[in-house]
């Protein structure tokens, strides 16, 4: 199950997929040849379809040349590192 506020992220993430296909003029059909997927799936992927595995999406954003930012997500964690920092602060004492 995903949460309301979370299927809204996917479908922005979709959204943004489909836009930048568009912008390189990349077909439906063009992607699901250049993945192995199916058109429907593809759809899926432009619409945050959850049920869709994590590596369809990457597969898609490879083919449109945005695979890097998909390795950015959580690269700049602050407030992971913020916990750290009071845990290492805590340990000094």
């Given amino acids: 199950m995903v949460f309301p506020k979370n299927q809204k992220v996917l479908c922005q993430l979709g959204e943004n997929i489909k836009l930048a296909c568009k ?3 990349y ?6 040849e250049r993945t192995g997927l199916s ?6 992927i432009e619409r945050g379809d959850p049920a ?3 590596g369809h999406y ?3 954003l490879a083919v449109i040349g ?3 930012d998909f390795a950015r997500v959580a ?3 602050a407030l992971g590192r913020k916990l750290q920092d009071i845990q290492l ?3 000094q004492k």
């Fill in 23 to 25: 912008r390189r003029k």
């Fill in 89 to 91: 602060m805590g340990k």
């Fill in 52 to 54: 869709v595995s994590i």
């Fill in 66 to 68: 945005l695979v890097e």
């Fill in 39 to 44: 058109r429907l799936t593809i759809r899926k």
């Fill in 27 to 32: 077909s439906q059909s063009l992607i699901a």
């Fill in 75 to 77: 690269s700049d964690d």
């Fill in 58 to 60: 990457v597969a898609v």
